[in-house]
C-alpha cells in the first residue's frame, strides 16, 4: 500500500522513472526505497569529499568515473 500511496503523490518524471524499474523492484518497499534513495537523495558528504575519497576501477573510463 505504501507504494501506491507514494506513486500517487510523485511528480509524473518521477513516476515515469518508477515505471522503468524492473518490477520486483517496483513492488517491493524496501529494493523501490533503496533505488529511490539512490536515484534521487544527495550525499551527506560534499563534492570535494566525495572526490577525494573517490577510487576508479580498472575498468571505468575516466569519464563513467567522474559521473558515477
Avoid: G
Avoid at 505504501?2 to 518521477?14: F, G
Avoid at 524496501?30 to 544527495?42: G, I, P
Amino acid at each position: 500500500m505504501r507504494i501506491y500511496e507514494m506513486k500517487l503523490k510523485l511528480p509524473s518524471s518521477t513516476r515515469d522513472w518508477r515505471y522503468n524499474l524492473d518490477e520486483d523492484v517496483r513492488h517491493s518497499w524496501k529494493r523501490f526505497l533503496k533505488a529511490f534513495k539512490e536515484r534521487y537523495c544527495k550525499a551527506k558528504t560534499s563534492d570535494s569529499e566525495r572526490y577525494y575519497s573517490m577510487t576508479q576501477k580498472k575498468t571505468e573510463a575516466p569519464l563513467e568515473f567522474f559521473i558515477a
